[in-house]
């Protein structure tokens, strides 16, 4: 068993300004140090089963839990807002406990907030607002937010950056990618399925979410992108003030309503299959055809409206996929909803190919069985599917791009919060379901349109450069300069193999070599008035053996593992 990383292994390169290695380490005492006071150390004292019998000690360390994410603050709070959603891995007692922290953070203190937000607005309180409620409507691991009212009599949310969190996260982060690191040197299983990536995607996620500047800008794009569907209405994005935003305060329109985490709370009884379909809908409209979504669809960032329709906050969780993966995408719906299995292989063999050709086909035959079993008609998408999923891209060492595995978290992240809401509700089923309809908005005559124009202006000035290469290229002919050039060994990972390779060649010769010599000096007469005897000449060589071959399979053990 790996044994845990040191505090020196948190002072390599940084990538964000986490402070110094003296605040690093002291910062990692004192998470220990909080488990610790909280009774969450040693881990294997935490009850998860669900036995009725100690429901109370459940209910009791889940409080703890709650308390020292709480104390720990920043990126902490995010991981527990993710495991209230998860009552398929946690009993009731864990995620009832956890369930809190989407919106019951300890607020901040009003006499700093106040202070942030003029010198963020270099403006006082008073002058910018008509009125300011100090105490904040709700209060969450980054931000908290504030009732207020323009002087034009307009109510608005002012999301203001809890003082101080800015450095506390980026602290964090840096801990937590270090300690990622190590486990990806220690860990084949972790390197094949990308945990360094997803970890570093997931750390610059949470470090953009303390740019309000991003989160504005997220904002306005996701509102665009919803007024251009076929259904602009179906769900509310709050309309921004620019002029009164900044790096640490966002100003937006204030929607009346309760958030799911509320509702949940109250036990209320709301027709919630309407709203929960409409947001499914929106999102896989934002992850296969808008390449923008949503990231962070947990109880406390979905509003329940007056009216009914459901209404999303908080934008500073948004992913986006480029146009190549989101044609990806796009072709892994359109092969499930057909229920073809060749092309659903096809479309994850783009994204990740195989690193051997001949493992192809058994390839493909696990994908079909994976979709079969765990996608298949009456299937319920949990945590045991993405275990088999990973399981199935970790046996033929398949490495998914960053951005689909944040897609799919945050997939996992609203079946969470469906499981926790409607548990009858069949993701697959609707999803399928919407998926059709999504496609069917897609060929709508002015959608159709605006894709064709795309198209046809690409092709035009495809068309345009075609003569001026055309003739470059006769002209090359002419003149008898036409060359190929072929890159040999232009992969990097082709070019460490082969030198990899040579180096252990190299050292197993002169291993060899040194060896055969020690065993002449040994077998020689000894020469009284040579400056160093056979004997020694012989155990010195024999010694070099034991080191060049010991290093060669060294190399060639860790050759392994890296592959």
Known sequence: M???????????????????????????????????????VPFRRLDFTRDPETSDERRSQAEHLRLALEEAGGGFVKMGQLLSTRDD?????????????????????????????ANELHAPVDELFQSFDTTPVAAASI??????????????????????????????????????????????????????????????????????????RNLETLRAAQERSARPDEVRFPGSYPELSGRRVLVMEFLEGDTLSAIRASRADRDLDGPMRAILRVFLRQVVFDGIYHGDLHPGNVLLLPDGRPALIDFGSVGRLDPTLR?????????????????????????????????????????????????????RIGV????????????????????????????????????TLLPSFDLLDESRNLATEQIRDQLR??????????????LVSTVRRLPRRVDRIGEAIEQNRLSV???????????????????????????????????????MPSRP????????????LGGATVVLLGWAAIDAWRARRRD
Not at 529 to 540: D, F, I, M, P, Y
């Open 485 to 523: 050039n072929i890159r040999l060994l232009a992969d990097q990972r082709d070019r460490r193999t082969v030198s990899g390779m040579i180096r252990r060649i190299l050292l197993v010769l002169l291993g060899s070599g040194a060896g055969i010599l020690s065993l002449v000096y040994l077998t």
């Open 89 to 117: 891995l946690l009993p009731d007692e864990w995620t009832d406990g956890l369930a809190s922290l989407q919106e019951g953070v300890t607020p901040a203190d009003p006499a700093e907030v106040a202070e942030l937000l």
């Open 143 to 216: 931000a908290q937010v504030h009732r207020a009212r323009l002087h034009d009599g307009t109510a608005v949310a002012v999301k203001v950056q809890r003082p101080g969190i800015d450095d506390a996260v980026r602290r964090d982060v840096d801990i937590a990618l270090r300690v990622v690191t190590f486990m990806a040197r220690t860990s084949a299983e972790a390197r094949q399925v990308g945990v360094r990536d997803v970890a570093q995607q997931y750390a610059d996620d949470l470090i953009r979410q303390v740019d309000f500047r991003s989160e504005l």
């Open 529 to 540: 008035a040579a400056v160093l005897s056979t004997a020694a000449a012989g155990g010195l």
């Open 327 to 379: 044609d990806v995408v796009q072709e892994l719906v359109a092969a499930y909803i057909q229920n073809d299995t060749t092309r659903i292989a096809d479309a994850v063999l783009r994204m990740a190919p195989v690193r051997r050709a001949e493992d192809e086909a058994d390839f493909r035959r696990d994908i079909a069985r994976f979709v079969a079993d765990e996608l298949g008609p009456g299937a």
């Open 445 to 458: 005559p002015n959608v159709l349109g605006g894709i064709a124009a795309r198209e046809l202006f690409g």
């Open 2 to 40: 790996p044994t845990p990383p040191r505090l020196s292994d948190l002072g390599g390169g940084q990538a964000v300004d986490a402070g110094t290695l003296r605040t690093r380490a002291r910062r990692f005492a004192e998470l220990l140090s909080i488990a610790r006071r909280h009774g969450l």
């Open 384 to 419: 045991q599917t993405v275990d088999d999923a990973v399981e199935v891209f970790g046996r033929y060492r398949l490495k998914p791009p960053p951005d689909f595995v944040a897609a799919a978290r945050a997939l996992a992240i609203f079946e969470g919060t469906l499981r």
